[in-house]
């Protein structure tokens, strides 16, 4: 269970023109601002932007300068996974150390939407005994309560974090993960591919076999 929300996505406007830097071919810039105040490619720059996407990752540095930032909500086993893109990533998550005391635990605040039967019944007893612990330190201030929480909090716990990547970034993730035997990776690459220019700047590699 992955969710995707708040996507912001800036400095369209200025990647674009330092593409024509090399060339110094601002005279061609044609793209605008419309009613609504989103930055539109005009034909001439979203050719170029193409080319140079399509072209390889040395070619398509400005790419590193559109910045795409979105509220993820997701299980801790996949932002282990996430977590192997630290190079152009930033990311502020809810801090468990703080606030895992902050509300009740219940089945929502775990991913179990492919779990069976016999293992729900495992975490809605994880879940009993972790609310016991909750309650008892939220009382006692006890912390042997608080660590049973941090140590006992299975895997599947959902945590939201808020994250800032590039449009580079987001053709490795793609390409690498699209096919992932974990779901919530498809989700994420579902979201990339409604972004503004995501299929003549992101999805430009040819077709790969399934991983």
């Given at each position: ?64 300068q559109i910045f795409v930032t979105m509220d993820i909500t997701a299980p801790l086993y996949w932002w282990k996974e996430f977590d192997t ?71 599947s716990y959902r945590q939201l974090r808020t994250v800032t990547m590039n449009y580079e970034v987001l053709i490795n993730i793609y390409y ?36």
């Amino acid at each position: 269970m992955l969710t995707v929300e708040r996507i912001s996505v800036m400095n369209m406007e200025n990647a674009i023109r330092g593409a024509r830097n090399p060339m110094n071919s601002w005279a061609r810039m044609d793209s605008f601002y419309d009613e609504k105040g989103n930055f539109i490619l005009g034909e001439n720059d979203l050719a170029l932007a193409h080319r140079l996407a399509a072209a390889g990752s040395d070619h398509r540095k400005f790419l590193r300068q559109i910045f795409v930032t979105m509220d993820i909500t997701a299980p801790l086993y996949w932002w282990k996974e996430f977590d192997t893109y630290k190079v152009g990533t930033v990311a502020n998550s809810c801090s468990t150390m703080h606030k895992i005391q902050a509300k009740p635990f219940t089945r929502d605040d775990f991913s179990h939407d492919r779990m069976s039967d016999a293992a729900l019944a495992v975490l809605d007893s994880v879940i009993a005994f972790l609310e016991e612990r909750r309650q008892t330190f939220c009382e006692t201030k006890d912390k042997g309560a608080w660590a049973d929480m941090i140590q006992l909090l299975p895997s599947s716990y959902r945590q939201l974090r808020t994250v800032t990547m590039n449009y580079e970034v987001l053709i490795n993730i793609y390409y690498a993960r699209r096919n992932h035997k974990l779901t919530e990776w498809h989700t994420l690459c579902d979201a990339i591919k409604t972004l503004p220019y995501a299929n003549e700047l992101i999805l430009i590699k040819a077709e790969k076999t399934e991983e």
